[in-house]
């Protein structure tokens, strides 16, 4: 909670300001040890965190150069208020400076550095429990390093599925592009040539001839209004939970599944050897990478085991009991738990599956080319046997 109080300091002079606290009597605890005489002392209605939670979330590149820049000012021996103040004068993103002047006035007004950053609502659970840990332990600047190099990655693994979308999207978009041209001009030219009446056409050139009349203007217009509206309806609805729902499926699929469960096992990994590097708890820091997996199967898989471990069993025998996981992952983390060093072994299993993700996506990619190749040659070989065909029999056809 936030309690805004006046105060009187020894020499009698007032002093108003903010202050975090469970409850008022620890504000109050907290203000005399300050010894200062509370003159009044007030609960803060959180509003203004309300609507900040509504602003939209800034870019992962804003967030990775404040992290960064954040690191090497505090390293550099420079205060975090003073600090702020730096990255706040050189950010380019007016929604970020706006952002980090909030942080800068709440840490003025006496918040604790995580709360500041939770407050604004631009920041994510993880980001906030990892600066928790580092204020804690009295390391802020590990926190903000751990915080960067995690959204480094986050940035580097989005930008890679992108690059590799990249062609199979034009390839796709082109074939499609080039058969809608192919039925929407040239077909009903060519068959305009033998009238209206299409009874005695080959039956070739009749699917031909009802997709091209499909593919009317009106008809295209009702095909654009309703992605139009889709999309609108995804904007007005959780598109979140959607697209979530419709990733769970894939993990069914064969080539999918192991693709997916790379990817995820990938990012989990990755989360808890930035949870262990900034000291947060391994029961903790499992909780918490297990909310950064998006499928509903692999996340449901490793839930249980939170609660297991905390019952007191052997983290690699609860680990060996999930079987949607490689037998590799217990074994990795059964020699770090062994070891003591779970922290390096899971930076490990992260570059293991990042690795078996990236070779997988190149097997799925080197496959979308010929196939998107061999049905575009299909279908553009379906219409040019049935313009052949149609004209062969050209003689037939009562025009």
Request: hydrophobic share 50%.
């Amino acid at each position: 909670m936030d309690f805004k109080y006046r105060c009187l300091d020894p020499a009698g002079r007032v002093i108003a300001g903010n202050i975090t606290a469970v409850g008022s009597s620890e504000a109050l605890s907290l203000l005399k040890q300050r010894d200062l005489t509370v003159v009044e002392i007030n609960e803060v209605v959180a509003r203004a965190v309300k609507k900040r939670g509504l602003r939209k979330k800034v870019k992962d590149e804003d967030l990775y150069n404040v992290f960064r820049e954040m690191s090497i000012l505090l390293k550099s021996g420079i205060k975090i208020d003073r600090a702020l103040e730096i990255v706040v004068n050189s950010s380019s993103s007016m929604q970020m400076r706006d952002t980090l002047s909030t942080i800068l006035k709440d840490i003025k007004a006496g918040k604790t550095i995580a709360r500041a950053f939770s407050d604004t609502g631009q920041f994510n659970l993880l980001t906030v429990t990892m600066i928790h840990a580092g204020e804690s332990v009295g390391d802020v600047r590990s926190a903000f390093e751990n915080i960067a190099e995690y959204q480094r990655f986050q940035i580097q693994f989005k930008g890679e599925i992108k690059n590799a979308l990249a062609y199979p999207s034009f390839l796709i978009g082109a074939s499609m592009l080039v058969i809608f041209v192919i039925f929407k001009f040239i077909i009903p030219r060519f068959f305009s040539i033998f009238g209206k009446n299409d009874a005695t056409l080959p039956v070739t050139a009749k699917i031909l001839y009802s997709i091209g009349n499909f593919l009317s203007i009106t008809n295209v217009y009702f095909i654009l209004l309703a992605v139009a509206l889709v999309f609108v309806m995804l904007k007005v609805t959780n598109t979140r939970n959607v697209l979530s729902k419709a990733y769970s499926y894939l993990i069914y699929l064969p080539l999918f599944g192991s693709l997916i469960l790379s990817l995820e096992l990938s990012r989990f990994s990755y989360s808890m050897y930035s949870m262990l590097n900034s000291g947060i708890a391994f029961i903790d820091a499992l909780r918490l990478s297990t909310g950064v997996i998006m499928d509903k199967k692999v996340r449901e898989s490793i839930e249980p085991a939170i609660d297991q471990i905390k019952e007191g069993k052997g983290i690699a025998d609860v680990f060996s009991h999930i079987h949607i996981l490689p037998e590799i992952v217990a074994n990795m983390i059964r020699v770090g738990e062994e070891s003591g060093n779970l922290r390096d072994i899971f930076l490990e299993v992260h570059r293991i599956f990042d690795e078996r993700f990236r070779n997988t996506t190149k097997r799925v990619l080197a496959l979308v080319e010929p196939v998107v190749i061999t049905i575009t040659g299909i279908i553009v070989g379906f219409i040019v046997i049935s313009l052949i065909l149609t004209v062969m029999s050209a003689s037939d056809i009562k025009l």
